[in-house]
């Protein structure tokens, strides 16, 4: 037979504490360390473990922050929910993670199912920052945004994606490229990602034809897209607005016989670990992941301790030069 569950009162008994005294002592509230270290001990040989539910309905809080991805099919954005996941337990919370899948509707039935599980908070790299439901949840529950801003959220990893963008254009420029294509992951009911919008505005100023296309995260999805891209006038090189998508340039110029990067150039935008194992290594923007994950964590256990001051961190990018841009003959 499993052995029943010990009480906070029988441990409270074992040190002579109140019940009360001891989930202060639990919860490292209100009392001396000589006090937590006692209570901690004796509960470790009783085999006292708290009661989530209970713990929960006392307190009014689960424990659980929700980790809302646009697609887990993008390999950051794997990485970043593998970050977070690990800086939320060392805060004591944990992580439930869904996949939008690259869907806004799907986005916006998540967002609101994480609320109606009573969250602690909710992080989320959104499709669709602009969506109208996004200020109305906000209000209900923490909100932290990653990469774009969304109105009403308790704080926001904001990416400098014209700076972003500026240094991927203007290294292409230098390296002689005139003529470029744009893979992105943002479809037509989602037109106003700041990424996309300052890109047609940043060819422009520098003078360069360029074309932007969708495409998906998923490998076999971004080979195909690339594949249509390079079967016909192929650009001298390919801008990918994530490093996945670039992943599928690479894998349709083999298919195709043509040569990285000497038949096409290719760009990323997040540098995921794999882009240096390439052949060439891939170049691409950095945005430091590490950064990216303790703010976020910092922000949302602000914000679901009660927090009420609205935080903004600006994540700044850098270049990441690699082999798979070549420099083009004047």
Known sequence: MPRKR?????????????????????????????????????????????????????????????????????????????????????????????????????ERALAQQLRDQRVDGLIVQSIDPAAGFWPELCESVPVVAIGDSIAGTAGEVVFDNRRGVTLALEHLRA??????????????????????????????????????ATAPHGLAGATEAA???LAGKRPSAVFCFADSIAYGVYAAAQELGLSVPDDVSVMGYDDHPMSGLLSPGL?????????????AVR???????????????MQTPTLRERGSVTRLAS
């Open 299 to 313: 922000l949302i256990s602000a914000a679901a301790d009660g927090g009420t001051r609205r935080r903004r961190v």
């Open 6 to 106: 010990a009480t906070i009162r029988e441990v409270a008994q074992a040190t002579g504490l109140s019940p009360a005294a001891v989930s202060y002592a639990l919860r490292g509230l209100q009392v001396s360390e000589e006090t937590k270290e006692r209570v901690r001990a004796a509960a470790a040989e009783l085999g006292y473990e708290a009661d989530p539910i209970a713990r929960a309905l006392a307190s009014g809080r689960t424990g659980m922050i929700g980790l809302l991805c646009g697609s887990l099919e993008d390999l950051w954005q794997q990485a970043l929910a593998v970050g977070i996941s690990r800086g939320l337990r060392e805060k004591d919370r944990y992580a439930l993670i869904l996949d939008a899948v690259g869907d806004p509707a799907r």
């Open 283 to 295: 170049t691409t923007v950095d945005w430091d992941i590490d950064g990216i994950v303790r703010a």
């Open 227 to 229: 594949r249509e891209l």
């Open 175 to 212: 390296s002689g490229h005139r003529r470029i294509s744009v893979l992105t992951p943002t479809m037509a009911s989602t037109p106003d990602r700041p990424a996309d919008v300052h890109v047609t505005a940043e060819a422009d100023r520098l003078g360069l034809d360029i074309e932007v």
